[in-house]
């Protein structure tokens, strides 16, 4: 494949765009190589501004879940935007988009709508704060939760692909509030509540992590985690913004059985616009401004355009909920595909997988926490990456993210993908 109008619009954006790009993960730094600069998309493809077209398995990160340009998406904001754009006063659609959130999702009684999920968890934090009158919060080791100053402490995602999980321009004021605890590993998080006693308000952790690789939650972890939480008076804030409407309908709280006191939501709940969304029970939620004390507020929070492209986005999951299952279940094929060629090629290698997301990790130790995530073999990782791509499939450029499946593929595109790292597999023996 040629690339050479993308590696020539990457040249002209790095003038004028810090590193070329607006979202670091998206320069190929962890992989090598110039960035492929998309010139549109549709279902399953993507095609570049060289004409080549590849089978998409970041579905933008995750809010692609039916696929792109889905039809009764595009419709809906076009249709809205032919009516204004922005108004920065209510609209009832915030409340159609709200209402079926509600119904679709457990143990909330109202949402928020904000911009992005950063923004999500960066005020569900406050909430928490402001709610229970505490200061510190515990995050886990690889769980990213967006770039607020809060979570920059050993985060996962595009900062620990770049070497920054802990950034500067976080004040030691701010670090000192952020406790880490390791995913998976109960004691760990008994040790700060024990440390801290009465003094944090909140732990915030990726129900199923998606930002080292794809890790599954030990059951038993996540019962101990909820129930350490209620005794000590502390919140817990599942950060269902990969999650969310992804993994069923009432995202990894319905799927794990484990209830949450706070929800971050961002990704498939804004149809691929901006939009972000943290909900609660009422009793949490009426501490927010105007009727509580805790403030929070945007200019284009519940847009009309991204709510429209929510609402139809959900409401597609909401009719057809046989897609989380169809999605599922051709994870799982991939799985298997992959397990068929990789098995026997003396190439150490583990998969993790949860619903549609998925992970290849090239370790021979199970992957269930940031340090065995760190464990992969990059080298092999970066040929990996680029022989897939070399057979036109397109996988997150960093072994620190999931790969997010989505409803246009095909069991042919699946095949293909399989095939693909079949031919690759001498580049990385
Ligand atoms: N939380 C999780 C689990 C995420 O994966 C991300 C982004 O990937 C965020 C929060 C931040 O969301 P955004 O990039 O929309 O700010």
Redo the contacts with the bound molecule.
Sequence with gaps: MIYKRSSALFEEAQQYIPGGVN?PVRAFKAVGGDPIFVKEAKGAYLYDEDGNKLIDYIAS?GPMILGHAHEPVVNAVIEKAKKGTSFGMPTEIETDLAKLAVSMVPNIDKIRFVN??????MSAVRLARGYTGKDKIIKFAG?????SDSFLIQAG?GAVTFGSPNSPGVTQGTAKDTLLATYNDLSSVEMLTDANKREIAAVII?PVA??MGCIIPDEYFMKGLRELCTKEGILLIF?E??TGFRLGRGGAQQVLGIDADIV?F??VIGGGLPV?AFAARKEIMDYLAPIGPVYQAGTLSGNPLAMSAGLAMLTELNNKPEIFRSLADKTAYLHKGFDRVLQGKGIPYQINRFGSMISVHFTDKPVVDFASSAKGDNETFKKYFHGMLSQGIYLPPSAYESYFLNDALSYEDLDATITALETIIPQLQ
């Design positions: 979202s990160w992005s999920g950063t923004e999500a968890c769980c990213y939760h967006g770039h995602s990726e998606g930002n950060d913004v990969m971050t961002g990704k972000g």
